[in-house]
């Protein structure tokens, strides 16, 4: 007797079915498991007995033989279990083959029969769903990480008996239809964790450097002494970022699914990603890898926020591989036989501090580090690295008078500011997608993409610049004298461009003027960067 099951496996960022073949012949009782198992999955031939047997099933004592096809793509996870042990039990027992073959199940089995929470689990849904699998059977405790995705039948259950059952026509469990339900979030709890730029005293400069960062999607370097507040700064982001839009809000969910973190607060929440690692992270933590590759610090951080705090202590073969994933927006993973393609793109926040004591420049403290003891220091971050993010601010310390007043703007107005500016971003591209339409709308839909990130004018390409970016004649002499007084290179001189293009959405203008382009300026001039290198 032979039954097939469907159940999935994740292969990089993909996710493909897979057909849990069982046959029951005629030889010396055993279980061969065969299609490129992974340890792992192995070893659930011996849980799966015991879970049969415990949940006062009849197991075969026959010759078992499971294929796992395709064969030819390793197989890992836990959550091959429950497959398994419907299909042994559907193949010694006659189950109903159309309810099975229209359905798909993951889970991992206790010894007893009991139904345990897995991994992955948001990920395969997502695969489900796209490969038009309607009905899945998963433990009831992983029922919330498929509530969030359309079009799913979902049968949640606690035991292995209570599935065997369903299928056999003696008990019914009650189908959950999932219709992308968010979980809600607390307003007074959003993004709470982050507090509220109403409590940064002073550093209005840097203040505003953030906003533009949050409208356009472009990246901040600062530089200052330890205490002035550059941490407190970063994490403060998040709260006026505009919220996760549903198609990265599902993207989002399968990265961290896929790499063991969907268990953070909230998930899958509106609120965008904030990862700070440590700078003692190795290189594999930071761009992902692994046996089999899994996202790290760059992918995991996707439509969201990657914060380096003190910047040079962080190892420059590490650093030095953030180059490309900043311009290409994805990093490749390799290894033998596998490839997998991760998307990263993300705000990225650094913060330095100018020296090793951290004082040089501060009127208030001494410095005690000499030139060459400096220059080793900085000599940790590349030039390259740095000339990748857009914008440059000096953070000095806040006096006694200033810490002792009022605060600034807070979170809820400055955010007010960065959805205005997105809005008049949205409005372009969508001006631009109708008159670059064909008749048939292929180039316009494909102009108008859904992802948030793609239409902040830090992605804006060369073509846009010149369509997008237009300035005047004062202007345009501003900016000629800027390059040849600090020497700016080509992509320092679109970054300004792209930057003078946010400060003017933030001031509601369509027209680049020379204040917007002189406010660009100062963000990229030597004095503010901190670090020598090119310029």
């Not at 909230?266 to 899994?294: D, L, Q, T, Y």
């Not at 990130?453 to 830090?458: E, G, H, I, K």
């Amino acid at each position: 007797m032979i039954s097939k099951v469907l159940t999935a496996s994740i292969c990089g960022l993909d996710v493909e079915l897979v057909s849990v073949e069982t046959d029951i012949s005629q030889g010396l009782p055993g279980l061969a498991l065969v299609g490129l198992p992974n340890p792992t999955v192995r070893e659930s031939k011996e849980r799966v007995r015991s879970a049969i047997l415990n949940s006062g099933l009849r197991f075969p004592m026959r010759r078992i033989t499971v294929n796992l096809s395709p064969a030819d793509t390793r197989k890992e996870g836990s959550h091959f279990d429950l497959p398994l042990a419907v299909g042994i039990v559907a193949a010694s027992e006659k189950l109903d083959a159309q309810l099975l073959s229209f359905s798909a199940f993951i889970g991992e089995l206790s010894l007893d029969g009991t139904l345990r929470k897995t991994e992955m689990v948001a990920a395969l849904m997502l695969g489900f769903s796209a490969q038009g699998i309607g009905k899945v059977f998963l433990p009831d405790e992983n029922l919330p990480d498929a509530l969030n995705i359309d079009g799913l039948e979902c049968y949640p259950a606690r035991r292995l008996e209570d599935v065997i059952a369903h299928l056999s026509g003696e008990w019914h469990i009650e189908p959950v239809r999932t219709e992308g339900q968010r979980r809600a979030v607390p307003p007074s709890a959003f993004r709470a964790d982050c507090g509220d730029f109403s409590e940064v005293k002073g550093q209005e400069r840097a203040k505003r450097a953030l906003q533009i960062c949050a409208a356009g999607g472009h990246g901040l370097a600062m530089c200052g002494p330890p205490g002035a507040g550059k941490s407190m700064l970063a994490t403060r982001l998040p709260t006026i970022l505009p919220a996760l839009q549903k198609d990265e809000m599902l993207e989002v969910t399968k990265l961290y699914s896929i790499a063991g973190e969907a268990s953070r607060e909230c998930k899958p929440a509106e609120e965008r990603p904030f990862r700070a690692p440590h700078h003692s992270i190795s290189a594999a933590g930071m761009v992902g890898g692994g046996r089999r590759p899994k996202p790290g610090e760059l992918t995991l951080a996707h439509r969201g926020v990657l914060f380096l705090d003190e910047l040079p202590e962080f190892d420059r073969r590490t650093l030095d591989m953030l180059r490309q994933p900043l311009e290409d927006e994805y990093i490749d993973l390799s290894r033998v036989g596998y490839r997998s393609r991760y998307p990263c793109s993300f705000i990225l926040i650094v913060a330095m501090n100018p020296c090793p004591c951290g004082y040089r420049g501060d009127p208030s403290h001494v410095c005690t580090c000499g030139e060459l003891q400096r220059r080793r220091y900085l000599s940790k971050v590349s030039g390259p690295l740095l000339d990748r993010i857009d914008i440059h601010v000096q953070v000095s310390g806040v006096e006694y008078a200033v810490l002792s007043g009022n605060g600034g703007a807070s979170s809820a107005i400055l955010k007010e500011g960065v959805m205005k500016a997105a809005e008049m971003q949205l409005r372009r591209r969508e001006e631009e997608a109708c008159s670059l339409s064909c008749g048939d709308g292929t180039r316009g839909a494909s102009e108008n993409r859904g992802s948030d990130l793609y239409r902040r004018n830090a992605r804006l390409s060369p073509d846009r610049i010149e369509r997008e970016c237009r300035i005047d004649a004062e202007a345009e002499r501003l900016l000629r004298k800027a390059y040849a007084v600090y020497g700016f290179s080509a992509r320092q001189g679109m970054k300004m461009l792209r930057v003078a293009r946010t400060i003017a959405d933030l001031e509601g203008s369509e027209h680049i003027a020379a204040d917007h382009i002189s406010e660009a300026i100062s963000y990229r001039r030597p004095a503010e960067i901190g670090v020598d290198h090119g310029q």
